[in-house]
């Protein structure tokens, strides 16, 4: 499994878009790229994965580059329910079972 | 509710001593997974589970843990001669395999403090 990069924080106002980059920049051509997110004193959620074209669904968007070495999570209107630990992960995902490798994430402030 | 349940929630014990923790999955999830959480860091893998067969353990998984799922429902995790380090979240997950990739759901966490 590659190796991914997150800033440690940031910071957004409610109601405004946000976007959580993530960098992987050694991730093979079989490895997926999946968020989760950890709100607080709760275990992680799912938001969304993709590998190769961009994803959408109801909670986020997923944006991955030409290259794939890089990703960006998009949240189209924040909320202060959306303040959490967002986490970057990429595996490989081929049918049989994977533990999830969690680095440290990005810890998403919103501000009202 | 029918996510995925942890209990107890909260334990603490003394150094030394054996605690045991119990997960139920959701009903017709047949993996699941166990993690250690500490302050600050994301989850760590901790075992695996495909029914009641234990298909991964990570090195992690010292010879102090044990984790069974007889029936292939519900899972316990056990920790014998408790050690101040072992203190942390403990969270499990369970999905549906489906023959390819398959979503986490993650239970609220089991924290251990261990005095």
């Known amino acids: 499994d590659a190796k991914t990069t997150q800033p440690n924080s940031m910071e957004s106002n409610e109601e405004e878009p946000v976007h959580l980059p993530c960098n992987h920049s050694t991730i093979s051509g079989t490895d997926y790229i999946h968020w989760y997110r950890q709100l607080p004193s709760q275990g992680p959620e799912y938001v969304i994965h993709g590998l190769t074209s961009n994803v959408n669904n109801r909670m986020a968007s997923l944006a991955i580059a030409e290259d794939r070495k890089s990703s960006t999570l998009i949240l189209h209107r924040a909320t202060l329910r959306d303040a959490a630990v967002y986490y970057c992960?990429?595996?490989?995902?081929?049918?049989?079972?994977?533990?999830?490798?969690f680095g440290k994430g990005t810890h998403l402030i919103i501000q009202p | 509710d029918t996510g995925v349940s942890q209990n107890p929630r909260h334990k603490i014990t003394k150094r030394g001593q054996n605690v045991t923790f119990r997960c139920d999955p959701i009903?017709?999830?047949?993996?699941l997974y166990w993690y250690r959480q500490t302050l600050g860091q994301g989850p760590e893998f901790l075992t695996y589970f495909q029914n009641e067969a234990q298909l991964e353990k990570s090195r992690l998984l010292s010879d102090r843990f044990s984790a069974e799922r007889p029936k292939g429902s519900f899972s316990t995790l056990e920790i014998q001669r408790t050690e101040q380090g072992d203190s942390a979240m403990y969270l499990c997950?369970?999905?549906?395999?489906?023959?390819?990739?398959?979503?986490?759901?993650f239970g609220p966490g089991t924290r251990l403090t261990v005095l």
């Open positions: 997950a369970s999905s549906l395999a489906a023959g390819g990739w398959d979503e986490q759901f």
């Open positions: 009903s017709e999830h047949n993996r």
């Open positions: 992960i990429s595996m490989y995902s081929g049918g049989g079972a994977d533990g999830l490798t």
